[in-house]
């Protein structure tokens, strides 16, 4: 009988080749920002491997060489400094870092999500007339919202792109933060409740891409995945009119109810849209009766409620205070709007 280790050994060994059926995604990736990723994580080892690799080797070269049963090694107790040595333990490390530092910062600036893509590829620029596929991103409990406002539609759980076309993604949260992230296209970045957050990207191969939540929120987060389908011009309208096919409206209400938590959601296509649907996410006023961050902050900029508009105020319904699990406490009040003698009605 083979020991147990042996065993273990042998059972290792044989379960390498399932290896082979895997996707290191993040190396061979199929967007070019992804693929500018890649490459700055590579030279970034490269440099510091540089170093690491070396040290390694002298250490090992050291302990063998001065080993105590090594006599023919020099023995030189008194031996303190070598200004050889020294500017090549310093001037290795420093170039190192400012090639580290010239390379992290122009990368910063050309890989900023916020900034508009400069080229669809490698020796490719986007076109002077290219206009990008806007996308709206919607992380919910625990599901993912697209919305394409150009093209009146949205899914669940489900997107798609053309090959070779700027995507500009404008992604926020409606309830905590979270982080929207298709390892294949782009780095990851974060959607927050009451904000909006920017992503430019493109898609250059097609195929099926996951993607994925990469900030826990919550006891579904495992299961807040979706597919990002990279297809071509054909392949998107038609994708878009199976959408358009199904014949569903996203309203506001439907919003609401579509909010709720839920786990491990299938796809969902809407027909479409409810106009500034996106932005009243983003400004928290979906519900009715309910003012908008952006009013509010108007309001502030103005000064602030003031006497004028110090009885113009309102409270949320029942039927929004009992979806908030506020039914029982005390109503809070909120400005609606503020009147003046001189501008009349400010929302």
Same mark, same amino acid.
Request: charged letters at 15%; proline letters at 7%; hydrophobic letters at 45%.
């Given at each position: 009988?083979?020991?147990?280790?042996?065993? *273990?050994?042998?059972?290792?060994?044989?379960?390498?080749?399932?290896?082979?059926? !895997?996707?290191?995604?993040?190396?061979?990736?199929?967007?070019?920002?992804?693929?500018?990723?890649?490459?700055?994580?590579?030279?970034s080892t490269g440099l510091m491997l540089l170093i690491i690799?070396? /040290?390694?080797?002298?250490?090992?070269?050291?302990?063998?060489? +001065?080993?105590?049963?090594?006599?023919?090694?020099? +023995?030189?107790?008194?031996? @303190?400094?070598?200004?050889?040595?020294?500017?090549?333990?310093?001037?290795?490390?420093?170039?190192?870092?400012?090639?580290?530092?010239?390379?992290?910062?122009? =990368?910063?600036?050309?890989?900023?999500?916020?900034?508009?893509?400069?080229?669809?590829?490698?020796?490719?620029?986007?076109?002077?007339?290219? %206009?990008?596929? /806007?996308?709206?991103?919607?992380?919910?409990?625990?599901?993912?919202?697209?919305?394409?406002?150009?093209?009146?539609?949205?899914?669940?759980?489900?997107?798609?792109?053309?090959?070779?076309?700027?995507?500009?993604? %404008?992604?926020?949260?409606?309830?905590?933060?979270?982080?929207?992230?298709?390892?294949?296209?782009?780095?990851?970045?974060?959607?927050?409740?009451?904000?909006?957050?920017?992503?430019?990207?493109?898609? @250059?191969?097609?195929?099926?891409?996951?993607?994925?939540?990469?900030?826990?929120?919550?006891?579904?987060?495992?299961?807040?995945?979706?597919?990002?389908?990279?297809?071509?011009?054909?392949?998107?309208? %038609?994708?878009?009119?199976?959408? *358009?096919? #199904?014949?569903?409206?996203? =309203?506001?209400?439907?919003?609401?109810?579509?909010?709720?938590?839920?786990?491990?959601?299938?796809?969902? *296509? +809407?027909? #479409?849209?409810?106009?500034?649907?996106?932005?009243?996410?983003? @400004?928290? !006023?979906?519900?009715?009766?309910?003012? !908008?961050?952006?009013?509010?902050?108007? &309001?502030?900029?103005?000064?602030?409620?003031? &006497?004028?508009?110090?009885?113009?105020?309102?409270?949320?319904?029942?039927?929004?205070?009992? *979806?908030?699990?506020?039914?029982?406490?005390?109503?809070?009040?909120?400005?609606?709007?503020? !009147?003046?003698?001189?501008?009349?009605?400010?929302?």
């Amino acid at each position: 009988m083979p020991s147990f280790p042996r065993l *273990r050994g042998l059972v290792l060994v044989t379960a390498l080749p399932l290896l082979a059926g !895997c996707n290191a995604v993040l190396l061979s990736p199929s967007g070019d920002v992804a693929v500018q990723q890649r490459n700055l994580i590579l030279i970034s080892t490269g440099l510091m491997l540089l170093i690491i690799v070396p /040290v390694i080797i002298l250490t090992l070269l050291f302990a063998w060489r +001065y080993r105590a049963s090594n006599k023919a090694a020099r +023995y030189d107790p008194e031996w @303190n400094h070598s200004t050889v040595l020294e500017l090549l333990i310093w001037a290795a490390p420093l170039l190192i870092i400012i090639a580290l530092g010239a390379l992290t910062w122009v =990368s910063t600036h050309q890989l900023d999500p916020y900034r508009p893509l400069a080229r669809l590829s490698e020796g490719r620029e986007v076109p002077p007339d290219a %206009k990008p596929l /806007v996308v709206e991103v919607v992380a919910l409990d625990w599901k993912w919202l697209f919305v394409y406002p150009e093209q009146g539609i949205a899914t669940v759980n489900e997107m798609a792109a053309p090959v070779d076309r700027p995507i500009q993604f %404008k992604i926020t949260s409606s309830t905590v933060m979270n982080s929207f992230f298709i390892p294949a296209l782009a780095g990851q970045i974060y959607a927050m409740p009451g904000m909006q957050t920017t992503l430019h990207a493109v898609i @250059n191969h097609p195929g099926e891409y996951e993607g994925l939540s990469a900030n826990y929120s919550g006891s579904g987060f495992s299961g807040m995945r979706f597919k990002f389908h990279g297809v071509d011009q054909q392949g998107f309208d %038609k994708w878009v009119a199976d959408a *358009r096919a #199904s014949g569903a409206a996203l =309203s506001r209400d439907t919003y609401l109810k579509l909010e709720q938590p839920s786990e491990r959601n299938p796809v969902q *296509r +809407y027909a #479409s849209v409810a106009p500034g649907l996106f932005e009243a996410i983003v @400004n928290r !006023c979906v519900e009715p009766n309910r003012m !908008c961050m952006r009013d509010a902050m108007a &309001i502030d900029a103005q000064g602030g409620m003031g &006497i004028p508009g110090a009885l113009n105020v309102t409270t949320l319904d029942p039927e929004t205070r009992q *979806r908030l699990g506020l039914t029982g406490t005390p109503p809070r009040k909120y400005v609606g709007a503020m !009147c003046t003698a001189t501008q009349g009605l400010v929302l």
